[in-house]
Protein backbone atom coordinates (compact mmCIF):
# COMPACT_ATOMS: atom_id res chain seq x y z
CA UNK A 1 0.00 0.00 0.00
CA UNK A 2 1.42 3.55 -0.81
CA UNK A 3 2.84 5.85 1.92
CA UNK A 4 0.44 7.92 4.20
CA UNK A 5 2.04 11.65 4.16
CA UNK A 6 3.72 12.43 7.12
CA UNK A 7 2.12 15.99 7.93
CA UNK A 8 -0.03 16.23 11.11
CA UNK A 9 -3.64 16.00 10.06
CA UNK A 10 -5.88 18.98 11.01
CA UNK A 11 -8.94 17.04 10.33
CA UNK A 12 -9.78 13.32 10.81
CA UNK A 13 -13.24 12.47 9.54
CA UNK A 14 -14.57 8.74 10.84
CA UNK A 15 -17.41 7.43 8.93
CA UNK A 16 -19.28 5.00 11.11
CA UNK A 17 -20.80 5.23 14.77
CA UNK A 18 -20.17 1.69 15.05
CA UNK A 19 -18.19 0.93 18.18
CA UNK A 20 -14.93 1.21 15.40
CA UNK A 21 -16.22 4.82 14.52
CA UNK A 22 -16.50 5.57 18.12
CA UNK A 23 -13.82 4.10 19.43
CA UNK A 24 -11.20 5.87 16.64
CA UNK A 25 -12.75 9.18 17.53
CA UNK A 26 -12.38 8.68 21.14
CA UNK A 27 -8.81 7.06 20.72
CA UNK A 28 -7.35 10.21 18.69
CA UNK A 29 -8.51 12.82 21.80
CA UNK A 30 -7.14 10.33 24.22
CA UNK A 31 -3.83 10.06 22.16
CA UNK A 32 -3.70 14.51 22.57
CA UNK A 33 -4.86 15.15 19.09
CA UNK A 34 -6.30 18.75 19.24
CA UNK A 35 -7.37 19.11 15.46
CA UNK A 36 -10.83 18.98 14.06
CA UNK A 37 -12.61 15.15 14.58
CA UNK A 38 -16.12 14.65 13.13
CA UNK A 39 -17.90 11.87 13.36
CA UNK A 40 -20.95 10.76 10.92
CA UNK A 41 -23.36 8.05 11.08
CA UNK A 42 -26.43 7.25 9.38
CA UNK A 43 -28.24 5.97 12.44
CA UNK A 44 -30.24 8.49 14.57
CA UNK A 45 -28.64 7.33 17.58
CA UNK A 46 -26.02 7.83 19.26
CA UNK A 47 -22.71 5.23 19.45
CA UNK A 48 -24.66 2.19 21.53
CA UNK A 49 -23.73 -1.21 21.97
CA UNK A 50 -25.09 -4.22 19.39
CA UNK A 51 -24.35 -7.24 21.43
CA UNK A 52 -27.69 -6.92 23.44
CA UNK A 53 -30.07 -6.76 20.51
CA UNK A 54 -29.70 -10.64 20.11
CA UNK A 55 -29.22 -11.37 23.96
CA UNK A 56 -32.12 -9.10 25.79
CA UNK A 57 -34.47 -9.28 22.40
CA UNK A 58 -37.19 -10.32 24.44
CA UNK A 59 -36.45 -10.23 28.04
CA UNK A 60 -34.96 -6.32 28.58
CA UNK A 61 -35.80 -2.65 27.36
CA UNK A 62 -33.45 -1.85 24.10
CA UNK A 63 -33.86 1.58 24.18
CA UNK A 64 -31.03 4.13 22.99
CA UNK A 65 -30.86 5.35 26.45
CA UNK A 66 -29.83 2.00 28.10
CA UNK A 67 -27.63 0.75 25.42
CA UNK A 68 -25.38 3.94 24.74
CA UNK A 69 -21.82 4.33 25.01
CA UNK A 70 -21.63 7.50 26.45
CA UNK A 71 -23.52 10.21 27.77
CA UNK A 72 -24.96 12.32 25.06
CA UNK A 73 -22.95 15.23 26.30
CA UNK A 74 -19.69 13.74 26.44
CA UNK A 75 -18.91 13.50 22.55
CA UNK A 76 -19.72 17.57 23.00
CA UNK A 77 -17.19 17.96 25.62
CA UNK A 78 -14.64 16.06 24.06
CA UNK A 79 -14.87 18.05 21.12
CA UNK A 80 -15.99 15.34 19.02
CA UNK A 81 -18.65 16.76 16.08
CA UNK A 82 -21.14 13.70 16.30
CA UNK A 83 -23.49 13.93 13.35
CA UNK A 84 -26.09 11.47 13.10
CA UNK A 85 -28.84 10.49 10.74
CA UNK A 86 -25.93 11.51 8.29
CA UNK A 87 -25.41 9.01 5.14
CA UNK A 88 -22.49 9.62 3.46
CA UNK A 89 -22.62 9.44 -0.38
CA UNK A 90 -19.50 9.96 -1.97
CA UNK A 91 -15.61 10.89 -1.83
CA UNK A 92 -13.83 13.15 -4.21
CA UNK A 93 -10.80 14.44 -3.83
CA UNK A 94 -10.26 14.70 -0.21
CA UNK A 95 -13.97 15.37 0.99
CA UNK A 96 -16.91 13.30 1.54
CA UNK A 97 -20.20 14.35 0.38
CA UNK A 98 -23.20 13.53 2.57
CA UNK A 99 -26.79 12.98 1.37
CA UNK A 100 -28.21 16.09 3.51
CA UNK A 101 -26.08 18.01 1.01
CA UNK A 102 -23.12 18.79 3.21
CA UNK A 103 -19.90 18.44 2.41
CA UNK A 104 -16.98 17.29 4.64
CA UNK A 105 -13.24 17.75 3.67
CA UNK A 106 -10.97 15.84 5.35
CA UNK A 107 -6.81 15.33 5.70
CA UNK A 108 -7.22 11.86 7.00
CA UNK A 109 -9.79 9.34 6.41
CA UNK A 110 -11.37 6.39 8.58
CA UNK A 111 -14.03 4.27 7.07
CA UNK A 112 -15.69 2.20 9.70
CA UNK A 113 -18.62 1.06 8.09
CA UNK A 114 -19.34 -1.94 9.30
CA UNK A 115 -22.05 -4.09 7.32
CA UNK A 116 -25.17 -5.01 6.73
CA UNK A 117 -27.57 -7.98 7.76
CA UNK A 118 -27.64 -10.47 4.68
CA UNK A 119 -31.40 -11.02 3.07
CA UNK A 120 -32.55 -13.76 1.23
CA UNK A 121 -32.93 -13.80 -2.42
CA UNK A 122 -36.20 -16.15 -2.34
CA UNK A 123 -37.94 -14.78 0.87
CA UNK A 124 -41.08 -12.59 -0.24
CA UNK A 125 -41.72 -9.00 1.63
CA UNK A 126 -43.00 -9.51 4.76
CA UNK A 127 -44.04 -6.95 7.99
CA UNK A 128 -42.79 -10.50 9.72
CA UNK A 129 -39.88 -11.04 8.04
CA UNK A 130 -37.03 -9.36 9.61
CA UNK A 131 -32.92 -9.27 9.96
CA UNK A 132 -31.39 -7.64 13.18
CA UNK A 133 -28.33 -5.47 12.90
CA UNK A 134 -29.74 -2.11 14.31
CA UNK A 135 -31.58 -0.94 17.33
CA UNK A 136 -33.93 0.44 14.40
CA UNK A 137 -34.77 -3.11 13.55
CA UNK A 138 -35.45 -4.53 16.88
CA UNK A 139 -39.47 -2.68 17.46
CA UNK A 140 -41.15 -4.61 14.98
CA UNK A 141 -39.13 -7.75 15.16
CA UNK A 142 -39.99 -7.62 19.12
CA UNK A 143 -43.71 -6.42 18.83
CA UNK A 144 -44.23 -9.79 16.86
CA UNK A 145 -42.19 -11.83 19.12
CA UNK A 146 -44.69 -10.23 22.16
CA UNK A 147 -47.87 -11.62 19.86
CA UNK A 148 -46.59 -15.42 20.10
CA UNK A 149 -44.79 -17.67 17.88
CA UNK A 150 -43.63 -19.86 16.35
CA UNK A 151 -40.63 -17.91 15.19
CA UNK A 152 -38.36 -19.54 12.58
CA UNK A 153 -34.70 -18.35 13.06
CA UNK A 154 -33.26 -18.62 9.69
CA UNK A 155 -29.33 -19.09 10.19
CA UNK A 156 -27.47 -21.29 13.43
CA UNK A 157 -24.70 -18.68 13.53
CA UNK A 158 -24.20 -17.15 17.34
CA UNK A 159 -26.62 -13.92 16.18
CA UNK A 160 -29.50 -16.19 15.19
CA UNK A 161 -29.01 -18.46 18.24
CA UNK A 162 -28.76 -15.85 20.50
CA UNK A 163 -31.37 -14.29 19.63
CA UNK A 164 -33.58 -17.90 18.90
CA UNK A 165 -32.72 -18.24 23.24
CA UNK A 166 -34.00 -14.93 24.12
CA UNK A 167 -37.22 -15.81 22.41
CA UNK A 168 -37.34 -19.63 23.78
CA UNK A 169 -36.54 -18.38 27.07
CA UNK A 170 -39.72 -15.83 26.74
CA UNK A 171 -41.61 -19.21 25.99
CA UNK A 172 -42.26 -19.43 22.33
CA UNK A 173 -42.09 -22.19 19.85
CA UNK A 174 -38.97 -21.66 17.99
CA UNK A 175 -37.28 -23.66 15.47
CA UNK A 176 -33.82 -22.79 13.93
CA UNK A 177 -33.34 -24.11 9.90
CA UNK A 178 -29.67 -24.12 8.61
CA UNK A 179 -28.39 -24.95 5.44
CA UNK A 180 -25.00 -26.10 6.77
CA UNK A 181 -24.71 -29.60 7.89
CA UNK A 182 -22.38 -28.46 10.24
CA UNK A 183 -23.03 -24.74 11.58
CA UNK A 184 -20.78 -22.91 13.80
CA UNK A 185 -17.53 -24.06 12.02
CA UNK A 186 -16.03 -21.03 11.53
CA UNK A 187 -16.31 -20.01 15.16
CA UNK A 188 -15.92 -22.96 17.58
CA UNK A 189 -14.58 -26.66 17.36
CA UNK A 190 -16.36 -29.39 16.38
CA UNK A 191 -17.50 -30.46 20.15
CA UNK A 192 -17.99 -27.32 21.23
CA UNK A 193 -20.52 -26.82 18.00
CA UNK A 194 -21.92 -29.53 18.99
CA UNK A 195 -22.73 -28.68 23.07
CA UNK A 196 -24.18 -25.65 21.37
CA UNK A 197 -26.96 -26.78 19.33
CA UNK A 198 -27.83 -29.57 22.34
CA UNK A 199 -28.14 -27.03 24.75
CA UNK A 200 -30.82 -25.57 22.39
CA UNK A 201 -32.61 -29.14 21.94
CA UNK A 202 -32.28 -29.38 25.78
CA UNK A 203 -34.47 -25.96 25.91
CA UNK A 204 -36.90 -27.04 23.22
CA UNK A 205 -35.61 -25.31 20.17
CA UNK A 206 -35.56 -27.45 17.01
CA UNK A 207 -32.82 -27.54 14.98
CA UNK A 208 -32.74 -28.62 11.62
CA UNK A 209 -29.32 -28.39 9.91
CA UNK A 210 -28.64 -29.09 6.21
CA UNK A 211 -31.79 -27.47 5.34
CA UNK A 212 -31.56 -26.34 1.99
CA UNK A 213 -34.57 -24.01 2.13
CA UNK A 214 -35.97 -22.67 -1.31
CA UNK A 215 -38.71 -19.79 -0.79
CA UNK A 216 -40.18 -17.88 1.99
CA UNK A 217 -43.96 -17.15 1.40
CA UNK A 218 -47.25 -16.23 3.32
CA UNK A 219 -49.48 -18.91 2.49
CA UNK A 220 -53.35 -18.48 4.18
CA UNK A 221 -51.92 -16.22 6.63
CA UNK A 222 -49.01 -17.68 7.63
CA UNK A 223 -45.31 -17.93 6.87
CA UNK A 224 -44.12 -20.66 5.13
CA UNK A 225 -40.98 -21.56 4.49
CA UNK A 226 -40.20 -24.45 2.32
CA UNK A 227 -36.92 -26.72 1.89
CA UNK A 228 -35.47 -28.79 -1.48
CA UNK A 229 -36.56 -31.91 0.26
CA UNK A 230 -40.43 -31.02 0.17
CA UNK A 231 -40.39 -30.29 3.94
CA UNK A 232 -42.00 -27.11 5.09
CA UNK A 233 -41.79 -24.93 8.54
CA UNK A 234 -44.86 -22.11 9.73
CA UNK A 235 -43.99 -19.07 11.19
CA UNK A 236 -45.74 -16.41 12.75
CA UNK A 237 -42.37 -14.28 12.96
CA UNK A 238 -39.10 -15.14 10.72
CA UNK A 239 -35.85 -13.65 11.86
CA UNK A 240 -33.10 -14.34 8.82
CA UNK A 241 -29.81 -14.34 10.42
CA UNK A 242 -28.08 -15.21 7.75
CA UNK A 243 -24.69 -13.07 8.18
CA UNK A 244 -23.34 -10.26 7.47
CA UNK A 245 -22.37 -8.11 3.96
CA UNK A 246 -19.69 -5.85 4.50
CA UNK A 247 -20.40 -2.53 3.68
CA UNK A 248 -17.80 -1.18 0.99
CA UNK A 249 -20.35 0.28 -1.41
CA UNK A 250 -18.60 4.10 -0.17
CA UNK A 251 -15.11 2.84 -0.06
CA UNK A 252 -16.15 0.92 -3.83
CA UNK A 253 -17.42 3.75 -4.91
CA UNK A 254 -14.21 6.01 -4.38
CA UNK A 255 -12.16 3.48 -6.41
CA UNK A 256 -10.77 1.75 -3.05
CA UNK A 257 -9.29 -1.74 -3.31
CA UNK A 258 -12.23 -3.87 -1.70
CA UNK A 259 -13.24 -8.03 -1.82
CA UNK A 260 -15.00 -9.06 0.96
CA UNK A 261 -14.11 -5.89 2.48
CA UNK A 262 -12.08 -3.00 2.60
CA UNK A 263 -8.40 -4.38 1.82
CA UNK A 264 -5.68 -2.83 4.46
CA UNK A 265 -2.74 -3.13 5.88
CA UNK A 266 -1.51 -4.06 8.94
CA UNK A 267 -1.36 -0.18 10.02
CA UNK A 268 -5.15 -0.27 8.59
CA UNK A 269 -4.27 1.70 5.47
CA UNK A 270 -6.56 1.41 2.28
CA UNK A 271 -5.19 1.79 -1.01
CA UNK A 272 -5.25 5.87 -0.37
CA UNK A 273 -2.57 6.62 1.69
CA UNK A 274 -5.23 9.11 3.13
CA UNK A 275 -8.00 6.47 3.79
CA UNK A 276 -7.49 3.84 6.37
CA UNK A 277 -10.63 1.57 7.34
CA UNK A 278 -11.16 -0.58 10.55
CA UNK A 279 -13.47 -2.82 12.37
CA UNK A 280 -15.82 -5.75 10.71
CA UNK A 281 -15.64 -4.01 7.32
CA UNK A 282 -11.83 -4.09 7.20
CA UNK A 283 -9.74 -6.88 5.49
CA UNK A 284 -6.83 -6.88 7.43
CA UNK A 285 -3.35 -9.32 7.08
CA UNK A 286 -3.39 -11.53 10.38
CA UNK A 287 0.23 -12.54 11.01
CA UNK A 288 -0.84 -15.31 13.09
CA UNK A 289 -3.17 -17.30 10.08
CA UNK A 290 -0.58 -15.78 7.78
CA UNK A 291 -3.70 -14.35 5.51
CA UNK A 292 -6.08 -11.57 5.34
CA UNK A 293 -9.30 -11.76 7.75
CA UNK A 294 -12.19 -9.84 8.48
CA UNK A 295 -13.40 -10.39 12.15
CA UNK A 296 -17.12 -9.56 12.89
CA UNK A 297 -16.57 -9.19 16.59
CA UNK A 298 -17.37 -6.47 19.37
CA UNK A 299 -13.97 -6.61 21.30
CA UNK A 300 -11.96 -6.86 17.83
CA UNK A 301 -13.96 -3.56 16.48
CA UNK A 302 -12.86 -2.18 19.28
CA UNK A 303 -9.04 -2.66 19.40
CA UNK A 304 -8.28 -2.64 15.61
CA UNK A 305 -10.09 0.98 15.64
CA UNK A 306 -8.07 2.04 18.24
CA UNK A 307 -5.07 0.70 16.52
CA UNK A 308 -5.61 2.03 13.68
CA UNK A 309 -6.56 5.66 15.27
CA UNK A 310 -3.44 5.82 16.53
CA UNK A 311 -1.57 5.05 12.90
CA UNK A 312 -3.58 7.81 11.47
CA UNK A 313 -1.67 9.58 13.91
CA UNK A 314 1.37 8.58 12.58
CA UNK A 315 2.31 5.46 15.18
CA UNK A 316 3.24 3.24 12.25
CA UNK A 317 2.20 -0.03 14.78
CA UNK A 318 1.19 -3.13 13.10
CA UNK A 319 -2.08 -4.44 14.24
CA UNK A 320 -1.53 -8.11 15.45
CA UNK A 321 -4.27 -8.28 18.66
CA UNK A 322 -5.79 -12.10 18.83
CA UNK A 323 -9.45 -11.49 18.43
CA UNK A 324 -11.62 -12.59 21.51
CA UNK A 325 -15.35 -12.56 21.86
CA UNK A 326 -18.40 -14.05 23.74
CA UNK A 327 -21.60 -15.34 23.62
CA UNK A 328 -24.53 -15.72 25.61
CA UNK A 329 -27.16 -18.51 25.43
CA UNK A 330 -29.65 -19.59 27.68
CA UNK A 331 -27.87 -18.24 30.77
CA UNK A 332 -24.22 -20.01 29.62
CA UNK A 333 -21.63 -17.85 28.48
CA UNK A 334 -18.88 -18.83 26.37
CA UNK A 335 -15.48 -16.80 25.95
CA UNK A 336 -14.24 -17.18 22.49
CA UNK A 337 -10.23 -16.13 21.39
CA UNK A 338 -8.44 -16.71 18.38
CA UNK A 339 -9.39 -18.52 14.90
CA UNK A 340 -10.07 -22.23 14.82
CA UNK A 341 -9.92 -22.66 10.85
CA UNK A 342 -6.50 -24.23 10.60
CA UNK A 343 -6.99 -26.39 14.67
CA UNK A 344 -6.37 -29.93 14.47
CA UNK A 345 -6.60 -30.87 18.03
CA UNK A 346 -8.30 -29.74 20.94
CA UNK A 347 -7.25 -29.56 24.73
CA UNK A 348 -9.66 -29.54 27.41
CA UNK A 349 -10.53 -29.05 31.36
CA UNK A 350 -13.46 -29.46 32.77
CA UNK A 351 -17.15 -30.41 31.53
CA UNK A 352 -18.26 -29.30 27.87
CA UNK A 353 -22.02 -31.03 28.86
CA UNK A 354 -22.23 -28.92 31.76
CA UNK A 355 -20.31 -25.30 30.48
CA UNK A 356 -17.35 -25.78 33.14
CA UNK A 357 -14.26 -26.33 31.16
CA UNK A 358 -11.23 -24.51 29.69
CA UNK A 359 -10.16 -25.44 25.90
CA UNK A 360 -7.38 -24.74 23.92
CA UNK A 361 -7.13 -25.45 20.27
CA UNK A 362 -3.93 -26.21 18.32
CA UNK A 363 -2.38 -26.55 14.62
CA UNK A 364 0.96 -28.70 14.02
CA UNK A 365 0.96 -28.16 17.76
CA UNK A 366 0.91 -24.03 17.58
CA UNK A 367 -1.77 -22.65 19.79
CA UNK A 368 -4.29 -20.75 17.71
CA UNK A 369 -7.75 -20.84 19.81
CA UNK A 370 -9.04 -20.77 23.07
CA UNK A 371 -12.81 -21.20 24.68
CA UNK A 372 -14.16 -21.29 28.14
CA UNK A 373 -17.29 -21.56 29.99
CA UNK A 374 -17.64 -20.76 33.59
CA UNK A 375 -13.85 -20.39 33.54
CA UNK A 376 -13.10 -16.35 33.03
CA UNK A 377 -9.75 -17.00 35.06
CA UNK A 378 -8.41 -20.15 32.36
CA UNK A 379 -9.81 -18.05 29.86
CA UNK A 380 -7.49 -15.06 30.14
CA UNK A 381 -4.45 -17.15 30.92
CA UNK A 382 -5.21 -18.74 28.02
CA UNK A 383 -5.54 -15.75 25.74
CA UNK A 384 -2.13 -14.95 27.57
CA UNK A 385 -0.69 -17.72 25.98
CA UNK A 386 -2.17 -17.37 22.25
CA UNK A 387 -1.07 -13.84 22.43
CA UNK A 388 2.43 -14.86 23.46
CA UNK A 389 2.24 -17.73 20.15
CA UNK A 390 0.69 -14.98 18.39
CA UNK A 391 2.74 -14.57 15.30
CA UNK A 392 5.44 -17.78 15.31
CA UNK A 393 5.46 -20.15 11.59
CA UNK A 394 3.87 -22.64 12.21
CA UNK A 395 6.87 -25.33 11.59
CA UNK A 396 9.12 -23.81 13.93
CA UNK A 397 6.64 -22.94 16.69
CA UNK A 398 8.17 -24.27 20.28
CA UNK A 399 5.45 -27.39 20.90
CA UNK A 400 2.83 -26.58 23.52
CA UNK A 401 3.19 -28.32 26.78
CA UNK A 402 5.66 -26.85 27.83
CA UNK A 403 4.10 -23.58 27.81
CA UNK A 404 0.47 -23.88 28.16
CA UNK A 405 -1.15 -23.31 31.47
CA UNK A 406 -1.13 -26.35 33.22
CA UNK A 407 -5.10 -26.26 34.67
CA UNK A 408 -5.57 -26.58 31.19
CA UNK A 409 -3.19 -29.62 29.82
CA UNK A 410 -4.18 -31.83 32.87
CA UNK A 411 -6.70 -34.07 31.14
CA UNK A 412 -6.46 -32.71 28.24
CA UNK A 413 -7.31 -34.70 25.33
CA UNK A 414 -6.89 -34.09 21.64
CA UNK A 415 -9.73 -34.56 19.24
CA UNK A 416 -9.95 -33.54 15.60
CA UNK A 417 -11.44 -30.31 14.60
CA UNK A 418 -13.45 -28.83 11.90
CA UNK A 419 -11.20 -26.62 9.21
CA UNK A 420 -13.59 -25.92 6.59
CA UNK A 421 -15.16 -22.24 6.35
CA UNK A 422 -14.41 -18.74 5.57
CA UNK A 423 -11.24 -17.27 7.03
CA UNK A 424 -13.88 -14.66 8.88
CA UNK A 425 -15.56 -15.08 12.72
CA UNK A 426 -19.17 -14.29 13.17
CA UNK A 427 -19.81 -12.39 15.93
C1 LIG B 1 -27.34 -8.45 17.44
C2 LIG B 1 -25.85 -8.52 17.49
C3 LIG B 1 -25.23 -9.16 18.56
C4 LIG B 1 -23.84 -9.24 18.62
N1 LIG B 1 -23.24 -9.88 19.68
C5 LIG B 1 -21.90 -9.93 19.76
C6 LIG B 1 -21.25 -10.56 20.85
O1 LIG B 1 -21.89 -11.09 21.75
N2 LIG B 1 -19.90 -10.57 20.88
C7 LIG B 1 -19.15 -10.01 19.89
O2 LIG B 1 -17.93 -10.05 19.96
N3 LIG B 1 -19.73 -9.39 18.83
C8 LIG B 1 -21.08 -9.34 18.75
N4 LIG B 1 -21.68 -8.73 17.67
C9 LIG B 1 -20.84 -8.15 16.62
C10 LIG B 1 -20.41 -6.73 16.99
O3 LIG B 1 -21.50 -6.00 17.44
C11 LIG B 1 -19.77 -6.10 15.76
O4 LIG B 1 -18.58 -6.81 15.48
C12 LIG B 1 -19.46 -4.63 15.96
O5 LIG B 1 -20.61 -3.92 16.29
C13 LIG B 1 -18.84 -4.05 14.68
O6 LIG B 1 -18.64 -2.69 14.85
P1 LIG B 1 -18.28 -1.73 13.63
O7 LIG B 1 -18.23 -0.36 14.22
O8 LIG B 1 -17.10 -2.25 12.90
O9 LIG B 1 -19.49 -1.84 12.59
P2 LIG B 1 -21.09 -1.50 12.76
O10 LIG B 1 -21.45 -1.77 14.17
O11 LIG B 1 -21.74 -2.20 11.68
O12 LIG B 1 -21.14 0.06 12.54
C14 LIG B 1 -21.02 0.64 11.26
C15 LIG B 1 -21.80 1.93 11.22
O13 LIG B 1 -21.50 2.60 10.00
C16 LIG B 1 -22.67 3.21 9.51
N5 LIG B 1 -22.53 3.45 8.06
C17 LIG B 1 -22.33 2.53 7.10
N6 LIG B 1 -22.24 3.14 5.88
C18 LIG B 1 -22.39 4.45 6.12
C19 LIG B 1 -22.40 5.61 5.26
N7 LIG B 1 -22.25 5.52 3.95
N8 LIG B 1 -22.61 6.82 5.83
C20 LIG B 1 -22.77 6.94 7.18
N9 LIG B 1 -22.76 5.89 8.03
C21 LIG B 1 -22.58 4.67 7.49
C22 LIG B 1 -23.75 2.20 9.84
O14 LIG B 1 -25.02 2.82 9.83
C23 LIG B 1 -23.31 1.73 11.23
O15 LIG B 1 -23.89 2.52 12.23
C24 LIG B 1 -23.06 -8.64 17.58
C25 LIG B 1 -23.70 -8.00 16.52
C26 LIG B 1 -25.08 -7.93 16.46
C27 LIG B 1 -25.76 -7.22 15.30
Not at 72 to 89: D, F, M, S
Not at 93 to 98: D, I
Not at 347 to 372: K, N, S
Request: net charge neutral.
Amino acid sequence: MPETPRTTPRTIVVVGTGIAGATAALTLREEGFDGRVVLVGEEPHPPYRRPPLSKDLVKRALTPERLRLKPPTAWQELGIELRTGTKVTGIVGGVLECADGSRLPYDRLLLATGGRARTLPYAAEDDHVHTLRRLGDVPALRADLESGGPLLVVGAGLLGLEAAASARAAGLDVTVLEAAAEPLRRVLPARLRHAVLDLHRAHGTQVHTGVALTGLTRRDGVLVATARDGRSWHAHTVLVAAGLRPDVELAARAGLDVDDGILVDALGTTSDPRVFAAGDVARYPDPHLGRRVRVEQWNHAQQHAAAIARNMLGAGTPFTAVPWSWTEQYGVMLQIAGHFTDADSLAVQGDIADFDFAALATADGRPVGAVAAGRPHDFRSLRTVLDRHAGTPPRTAAHTPTVLPHAVLTGGRPEAAGTAGPPTAAG
